[in-house]
T-cell receptor, first 114, second 114 residues
Framework: AQSVTQLDSHVSVSEGTPVLLRCNYSSSYSPSLFWYVQHPNKGLQLLLKYTSAATLVKGINGFEAEFKKSETSFHLTKPSAHMSDAAEYFCVVIPSGNTGKLIFGQGTTLQVKP | EAGVVQSPRYKIIEKKQPVAFWCNPISGHNTLYWYLQNLGQGPELLIRYENEEAVDDSQLPKDRFSAERLKGVDSTLKIQPAELGDSAVYLC????????????FGPGTRLLVL
């Protein structure tokens, strides 16, 4: 079964330092991969998505992720954290051929310290 | 453009009582999804509609949960009777159609069953 594993449940960084949120996927086929962000009391917002085009995907708010098939990874990065980045981040997969069914990871809470 | 609207935002009920959640998707979006998000976990799909047809309800506990999307626009998710374990956030999402992988999420309804 296809799935995603977020390797850290909680990440804490200082403002202005790089962010790395790790995600590994399990899929027999070429999946579609996403990162969503969830701010408190707000809906999930799409940060970026990979759909077999360029392996380095740029998203909103300065985030980007790199698809590495050899490592089955799709880690999310940002060069410099901002206080407003504090939120819950979800790595998501749509298994190939399974229209519409998002499979979410457990989530990573990003804390940004001043 | 208005986003996905959900109401109520919060609901507190006693166990064994019925409860209903309402969702209005983005205008023109044919596909509608209901997700369940337990505390500290990623959302899980309950049901997916394409227009008024429920095309994937395999994860919906049909003994107590029901959903409808009568005119292919708004949708209602009902629980009757509610149990303590139903306390969670219920998320609604929509997409243009089943082949559009980007889903847009509402803010959710937070349910507490006492």
């Amino acid at each position: 079964a296809q799935s995603v594993t977020q390797l850290d449940s909680h990440v804490s960084v200082s403002e202005g330092t790089p962010v790395l949120l790790r995600c590994n996927y399990s899929s027999s086929y070429s999946p579609s991969l996403f990162w969503y962000v969830q701010h408190p009391n707000k809906g999930l917002q799409l940060l970026l998505k990979y759909t077999s085009a360029a392996t380095l995907v740029k998203g909103i708010n300065g985030f980007e992720a790199e698809f590495k098939k050899s490592e089955t990874s799709f880690h999310l990065t940002k060069p410099s954290a901002h206080m407003s980045d504090a939120a819950e981040y979800f790595c998501v997969v749509i298994p190939s051929g399974n229209t519409g069914k998002l499979i979410f990871g457990q989530g990573t809470t990003l804390q940004v310290k001043p | 453009e208005a986003g996905v609207v959900q109401s109520p935002r919060y609901k507190i009920i006693e166990k064994k009582q019925p409860v209903a959640f309402w969702c209005n998707p983005i205008s023109g979006h044919n596909t509608l999804y209901w997700y369940l998000q337990n505390l500290g976990q990623g959302p899980e799909l309950l049901i997916r509609y394409e227009n008024e047809e429920a095309v994937d309800d395999s994860q919906l506990p049909k003994d107590r949960f029901s959903a409808e999307r009568l005119k292919g626009v708004d949708s209602t998710l009902k629980i009757q009777p509610a149990e303590l374990g139903d306390s969670a956030v219920y998320l609604c999402a929509s997409s243009l159609d089943a082949h559009q992988e980007t889903q847009y999420f509402g803010p959710g309804t937070r349910l507490l069953v006492l």
